[in-house]
Each structure stands twice: as C-alpha cells, then as structure tokens.
C-alpha cells in the first residue's frame, strides 16, 4: 500500500534555515544542508527547501544548497521560492532537485503552470497555496503570506490542477508556525476538488495532529518544519508514534 | 583499486544527476553519455528517464542511440532501465496514442488502473512495497540484499504489463489494483520506481546491480 509521506519543509534565508510563526518573525535555527541530512538518515520520505526571500527581492540562492544536499539525501528534494520562469526550474532540476514548487508566479501568469508541466512533465510542477482564512473561506496569498491575491484558495487549487500542477502543496498561513494543529478543513475542501495529491503544510505540533489530518481524509504528505527544527520530535520517533496510531508510514 | 565502468545514458529525458550522485555514493565513478563507444565500453549500463513515453523514444532515435542499447544487451552485461528507462524495454505504450517501443520485454504500458471514488490518484507519487511474487524469485536477483515488501519510491502514472509472468521481478499494490514495479530476464533489468531516490534501500538495489559486473570490491 502507498504509504502516507512525510516531508521536512527548509525554509531558507541566504544561507540559514529560518522559522517563523504565521510566516513572520523569521529567526535563525540552523544550517539547511546539515538538517537535510540529518533528517534523511532518521528516515524522512521527502523534503522542501523553501527560499522565503526570494519572491521578495527577485533573486534566488539555493540552488548551491540543493546541490550540496543532492549528493548526500538520497529521497525526493523540492525546490520553492522565486521560481518565476522556465530557466529557474531547469537550473532547479539541474541542481539535482526532483520538484519545484511555485504560488507567486503561478497566480501572477497561471499559464505558466501549463508551459512548465508540458516542458517537463507534470511529476515535478507543484503547486504551492499559501491560503489565510477569510470568513468561512480562505485567500489565497503570495511572497510568503505578504501579498493578497483576491483568488479563493480552494477554487484556485482546482485550476492549479487544470492548469498542470502534478501535485499542491498547501500551506496554512494561519497555523503556520503555531504547532496547534493543521487546517483539516482547508485541506479536505482542496482534497475533495482535485484528483492529485496534496500535501499539507502548517500546524504540526504532535503526532495527535498528524493523524487527525490524515484521519480526516485528504491528505496524501504532511509538510513539517518546526516540529523537526527544533527537536521536539525526531522523523523517526514521529513515525513510530504515527504506526502505533495505526497510520500507514514507512519504518 | 578495479572499478567497473558504469555508463548512465543522457538523452535529455528527466535528472539524470540523481543517479549519477547515487553512484558516485557507492564509491563509483559514473560517466553520462550519449557516445556509442562510450556505451560499448561500459560494464553496466542505466537508462534513466522521467516523462512521456514518446518523447523517450523520440530523443533516443534522436541521438541515435537505440542501436548502441540493443549491441549493448547483446554483450550480456547488466543494463537497467529507471521509471521510463524501464518502460521503453517493452513492446508499446499507449500513452498520447500508441508509441512503439524498444520491445526487447514482450508486453505494453498501460494507465495505471485506479479507482477515483476511492480517493486513489494518479500520478501515484510516494513510497510504496515491492513485493516478490513468489518465493526465491530475488534470489540472485537485484533485490537479493533487500527485505521483501521495502518500501521504495514512486512517481508514475503508467506501468508495464509483461506478457511473460517470469518477467515480473516485483508486484506493487495501489490501491485497488497490482501493478509490475520490476522487470528481469536475463541480464534486463526495470524499476519503476527510482532506486536512486529510495534511500539506503533504492542505494543497496543499485549497489547489488553493480555487483552483477563481477566487480565486488569497493562497492
């Protein structure tokens, strides 16, 4: 059976792993090549290296990061952040990435999704939302929760879909950061509409939260940072305890 | 130290980087080319490839190299076949109407079956178990130093369907349906998934392929 993934989501600033909370008030919490690979020999399935500056000041700096990490972390590696034209996500594959992952640009020109899925393959064209309540839906955002896009994140996540995107990654800009738990809602209103997997971001504080997302139905990953950053849980200790739980993961 | 010459084969299909880091993890020094000499020389070879069928077969008729992978086969030494790599060694495949492959497996590539209503997706993307079909079949095989029902990583929508059943080196089950996920017969090897993306597991797939040039040592 396919097992239910999870990923270690890096969020970058130059050269440094960065953590917020709601995307804001970033602090420094280590080196991302060394906790990629400390990550990858506990076990993780996946990980996201998240440029969070990048859309910001229009430049792009990981790519000496992921081809560091390339050459140690044998699992599937996703590049995000400033990922803006065709030349970016060739350097990105390159580089040794396997995915890239994009919001900004994909609202700025959504057709860009459809050319990039179609020059390489909808496999490695995810789709990231960055989606903030909003009453009883929720907006989709860009450049890291900062700029609205006046778009409905759960319609905008079935034409990321049609559009190309092989898989959506959400994240929840108000539980980001907050380790109370995922926005359940928000990924099974996304989950229900798109017949490609998503992956959930934003909340993990506990295995509890994990499985009540994944409980839930919907989600095929879960993106975790904080969780991992700071030790409160190693991936190998969060896997044991998803089993016990009864969760399909791998051991 | 004797190291055996292990030639990946660019096309431009897909990262062929992962693959030539997994090996350079083995102690390996890999070379990425498309030269038939180059091909002729090496003691083992990898096929790699990410994307659309057609597309394959279209870049490797392109480059001229079919003729190099069939001498290549010929000579009896061990070749691998990776995601599309591996598809492209049967028959047909009947993605964006029907593209003829390199037919060296008897057998097409189909859509995977799945089940909507059940939540089943498609590209299935993720970590799923091989599985040997029956017993002693990994013996010796590329799978001999790995437990049965490892977990290895996927990323595909379509898959080979073998017309020899002693063709299928593993099963994999999505969902509602089984799948072949590994293909051996002679000295043709197939993964569908990536071994070069599977950890420690897809590391000791390649590893016990390489073994299969008589090179042992420095592995």
């Not at chain 1, 991302?32 to 990550?39: I, N, V």
């Not at chain 1, 490695?124 to 907006?139: F, T």
């Amino acid at each position: 059976m396919l097992k239910k993934r999870i990923v270690a989501r890096i969020d970058v600033k130059n050269e440094f792993v960065i953590k917020g909370i709601q995307l804001e008030g970033l602090r420094k919490v280590g080196d991302p090549y060394l906790m990629a690979c400390r990550y990858y020999y506990e076990g993780i399935d996946e990980i996201v290296f998240m440029d969070s500056v990048a859309s910001l000041y229009g430049r792009n700096n990981l790519f000496n990061i992921i081809d560091a990490a390339c050459r140690d972390v044998f699992v599937p590696i996703t590049v995000g952040g400033g990922i803006r034209s065709l030349g970016d996500i060739e350097l990105a594959l390159k580089s040794g990435a396997d995915k890239v992952a994009i919001n900004t640009q994909a609202i700025k020109t959504p057709d860009f999704i459809t050319v990039a899925a179609k020059t390489f393959g909808s496999q490695c064209i995810v789709a990231s939302i960055e989606a903030k309540r909003s009453g009883n839906a929720w907006e989709a955002y860009m450049d890291c929760g900062r700029e609205r896009s006046g778009m409905d994140a759960v319609v905008w996540a079935k034409q990321l879909e049609t559009l190309g995107a092989g898989e959506i990654l959400v994240t929840s800009v108000d539980m980001e950061g907050t380790r109370k738990g995922f926005d359940t809602n928000l990924v099974k209103q996304i989950s229900d509409l798109v017949s490609v997997p998503v992956v959930a971001s934003g909340g993990a504080g506990s295995s509890a939260h994990v499985t009540a997302l994944f409980n839930a139905g919907g989600a095929e990953a879960v993106a975790i940072a904080s969780l991992f950053h700071y030790n409160t849980c190693s991936v190998v200790a969060l896997k044991r305890q998803l089993a016990e739980l009864g969760m399909m993961v791998r051991l | 130290m004797n190291q055996p010459v292990v030639a990946v084969i660019d096309y431009d299909i897909g990262n062929s980087k992962s693959m030539l880091n997994a090996l350079v993890a083995l102690g390996l020094s890999p070379i990425l080319t498309r030269d038939p000499g180059g091909i002729a020389a090496a003691d083992a070879l990898i096929l790699p490839g990410v994307g659309a069928f057609c597309q394959g077969m279209g870049n490797l008729e392109k480059y001229s190299l079919l003729d190099a992978i069939h001498r290549f086969i010929a000579q009896d030494k061990p070749f691998l076949g990776v995601c599309l790599g591996m598809q492209l060694l049967l028959e047909e495949s009947e993605e964006f109407g029907v593209t003829v492959g390199m037919g060296v497996i008897k057998g097409k590539v189909k859509k995977l079956a799945v089940d909507p209503t059940a939540g089943e997706k498609l590209p299935h993307i993720g970590w799923n178990a091989v599985c040997e079909p029956d017993a002693a079949r990994w013996t010796d095989s590329i799978f001999a130093t790995i437990p049965d029902s490892s977990d290895v990583y996927f990323v595909h929508s379509f898959a080979a369907i073998p017309v020899d059943e002693s063709d299928i080196l593993s099963i994999t089950r999505y969902g509602s349906s089984i799948f072949c996920s590994s293909l051996h017969k002679g000295n043709i090897w197939g993964c569908q998934f990536h071994p070069e993306k599977s950890g420690p597991i897809g590391l000791a797939i390649l590893r016990k392929f390489v073994t299969l040039t008589g090179y042992e040592e420095g592995i």
